[in-house]
């Protein structure tokens, strides 16, 4: 079992930056492939960015392409959603989520673990 937590959500105005932290647990994440995903109020859970195992490899959401760096130390147990250049359209409750499989994924279905979500509000 894989536990995970979030944790740098919080409010901050238009053009703004945080850093989001997923602490994992119950299994090194170092054989995990994980993931970022948000959900806004009324609209469907959607994919924001993944990363390899190693880290060598990335995906993210063309919404977020050039203003968002996943990046994971696998030392720490750890994966970061750094955040640049905030918009209000960026508001949500973001979401760590963990894939035994390889490769990174889009797909939301192919996460085996989610973590409880960590609410990110961006003012305009």
């Known amino acids: 079992q894989v536990q995970l937590v979030e944790s740098g959500g919080g409010l901050v105005q238009a053009g703004g930056s945080l850093r989001l932290s997923c602490a994992a647990s119950?299994?090194?994440?170092?054989?995990?492939?994980m993931g970022w995903f948000r959900q806004a109020p009324g609209k469907e859970r959607e994919f924001v960015a993944t990363?390899?195992?190693?880290?060598?490899?990335?995906d993210y959401a063309d919404s977020v392409k050039g203003r968002f760096t996943i990046s994971r130390d696998n030392t720490k147990n750890t994966v970061y959603l750094q955040m640049n250049s905030l918009k209000p359209e960026d508001t949500a409750v973001y979401y760590c989520?963990?894939?035994?499989?390889?490769?990174?994924?889009?797909?939301?279905?192919?996460?085996?673990?989610w973590g409880q979500g960590t609410q990110v509000t961006i003012s305009s």
């Open positions: 989520a963990a894939r035994i499989g390889y490769g990174g994924s889009r797909n939301s279905l192919d996460y085996n673990y």
């Open positions: 119950g299994r090194t994440v170092s054989s995990l492939t």
């Open positions: 990363i390899s195992r190693s880290g060598g490899s990335t």
